[in-house]
């Protein structure tokens, strides 16, 4: 029972060692993930009525609007940082902030996975 590419429970169950897989639960925060996915769910309604499917910035983005977009919500969450007002708050600036890195990371990641 010492061999260390297994896990043996009490129940008499067995499974593999989780060593070196990636650990999700403990590397994203369900209260994180929540707050973002508001956050995304909100800025699906556009200023026309129509309501953009969730996915649909995985459609592509230009990294520079990305960028332009990261950074001005980066001033927000610096200003919340120092004690100043932003236009619409910490969360939602950060929550923004996680979007256009995301994305970015994303563009990234597509165009990797493509040129192989």
């Not at 996680?98 to 597509?110: D, P, V, W």
Request: net charge neutral; with cysteine.
């Amino acid at each position: 029972m010492g061999d260390k590419k297994s896990r043996y429970f009490d129940t008499g169950a067995t499974r593999d060692t989780d060593e070196g897989k990636l650990d999700y639960e403990g590397f994203i925060s369900p209260l994180v993930l929540e707050r973002f996915a508001q956050y995304m769910n909100k800025h699906r309604y556009q200023s026309d009525g129509n309501i953009r499917d969730s996915d649909n910035w995985q459609k592509g983005i230009p990294q520079t609007a990305y960028m332009k977009s990261g950074w001005r919500h980066f001033m927000d969450w610096w200003k919340e940082h120092r004690g100043i007002k932003s236009k619409e708050g910490i969360e939602e600036a950060l929550c923004a902030v996680i979007f256009n890195a995301s994305g970015y990371l994303f563009e990234i990641l597509k165009e990797k996975n493509v040129s192989k």
